[in-house]
Structure formats: structure tokens, C-alpha cells
């Protein structure tokens, strides 16, 4: 497993701006989850996916927030009309593969910070 | 609702001395339940898990960590600290119908020499 793979891994941009952030899982994970991190507090759920449905999404994401996991491997973060209060730290995390003895753990990749000016 | 409360946000130990770092937790029904560690600009590192069967747990690194269903508690310990050790650790909970993990704020560890 080459682990868990964010890019990129900083954004700046300005307010009002889109952007994308990009999530590859570990091969053959089929559960993907969005978690955003402010400073000096825990992850907080955004999202999840198995395979490609997208199952629950937090009240945190807003309509400006819109994630994708197209073909059930690779998943997309979008947030549009940025706002400086989206200014985090965006970590991704996949789990379960299928018969696996770590099914039940979320591995990590090492986030997107975003800083929107 | 699920929630985890760390009440220490700094622990401070000599190298060589124990460390535990406190979790309590609240879920309904019974929970799995993670211990995760940050260092600097880096995404969070599995430390070790409780879903079932014995109370003490082992994980990486020489971590440890013990289930206490009365207390709710999973606390995490590690006989010996190492300067290494220095990082932000969160507790961690999700109920077991449930996929997404809620965490604690984090307790900054600093292990000096």
C-alpha cells in the first residue's frame, strides 16, 4: 500500500475563488471519507463514500461544497465562492478492504491546507 | 450523538517517565474506539484500535491503551516516553452501526530530555 494521497497539499487563494482538491485512497479501499481540520481542534466529518455514493455528508458542508467520487477510486473536494472561514486543513481518509483485518481503520493522507485570503 | 473529550490539552513528562493521555467518551451502544497521532504538517498516524474482546489494547510504537466501559474512558499510555513521542495525539469514537469517527480536540505531548 503506498498510502493515502492529497494534492495538493497547500492552497492560497483569494475570497470568492473555486477549488478542487484531489484524494487518492489505498488501492483497494472501498470507503473514502472528507474531514476538515481547523487549528487547535480535532477532525470533523464532512463526508463518505463506498465505492462511488456518496452516503452521508455533514450539515458542515455547505451548498458551496461538493465532493465526487466518480469511478469509486480516486475523490474530488470542491468548494466554490471561497470564504475566509474555509481557511483549513482538508484530510482525507479510506478504509475497508473487503476480508482485511484493518477493515475498520481510516488511514490518513496528509491534507490539503487551504488559506483563503 | 457521539462526542470525545480529551480535558488535558498539554501533558508534559521526562523522557523515561510514564505517559498517559486522558479520553473519555460518549456513544450510544457500544463503541469502536481509536487513538491517532499528528506531527507537524503531517496527516494523522494510526496508533491503535479497541472494537472488541480484551480491555487493553496494544498498538504501535509501545502504546497502550485501556477500555473502561463504566468510565467511558480510553485512556492511552505508554510505560516509558521517548523525546520521539513529542506530537498532538486525538482520541477517537464511532458507534459501530456508523462509519464516520468523531474526535477529540487533541492533547499536545512534549517529552523532554
Known amino acids: 500500500d503506498t498510502g493515502v494521497s492529497q494534492d495538493p497539499r497547500h492552497k492560497i487563494t483569494k475570497r470568492g475563488q473555486n477549488v478542487t482538491f484531489r484524494c487518492d485512497p489505498i488501492?483497494?479501499?472501498?470507503?473514502l471519507y472528507w474531514y476538515r481540520q481547523t487549528l487547535g481542534q480535532g477532525p470533523e466529518f464532512l463526508t463518505y463514500?463506498?465505492?462511488?455514493?456518496?452516503?452521508?455528508k455533514s450539515r458542515l458542508l455547505s451548498d458551496r461544497f461538493s465532493a465526487e467520487r466518480p469511478k469509486g477510486s480516486f475523490s474530488t473536494l470542491e468548494i466554490q465562492r471561497t470564504e475566509q472561514g474555509d481557511s483549513a486543513m482538508y484530510l482525507c481518509?479510506?478504509?475497508?478492504?473487503?476480508?482485511?483485518?484493518?477493515?475498520?481503520?481510516?488511514?490518513f493522507g496528509a491534507g490539503t491546507r487551504l488559506s483563503v485570503l | 450523538a457521539q462526542s470525545v473529550a480529551q480535558p488535558e490539552d498539554q501533558v508534559n513528562v521526562a523522557e523515561g517517565n510514564p505517559l498517559t493521555v486522558k479520553c473519555t467518551y460518549s456513544?450510544?451502544?457500544?463503541?469502536?474506539l481509536f487513538w491517532y497521532v499528528q506531527y507537524p504538517n503531517r496527516g494523522l498516524q494510526f496508533l491503535l484500535k479497541?472494537?472488541?474482546?480484551?480491555?487493553l489494547v496494544k498498538g504501535s510504537y509501545g502504546f497502550e491503551a485501556e477500555f473502561n466501559k463504566s468510565q467511558t474512558s480510553f485512556h492511552l499510555k505508554k510505560p516509558s516516553a521517548l523525546v520521539s513521542d513529542s506530537a498532538l495525539y486525538f482520541c477517537?469514537?464511532?458507534?459501530?452501526?456508523?462509519?464516520?469517527?468523531?474526535f477529540g480536540a487533541g492533547t499536545t505531548v512534549t517529552v523532554r530530555a
Open positions: 479497541y472494537i472488541t474482546g480484551d480491555n
Open positions: 477517537a469514537v464511532r458507534r459501530r452501526d456508523d462509519y464516520k469517527l468523531s
Open positions: 456513544v450510544s451502544g457500544n463503541p469502536y
Open positions: 481518509a479510506s478504509s475497508f478492504k473487503p476480508g482485511s483485518q484493518t477493515k475498520n481503520i481510516q488511514y
Open positions: 463514500f463506498q465505492n462511488e455514493a456518496q452516503l452521508e
Open positions: 488501492s483497494e479501499h472501498n470507503r
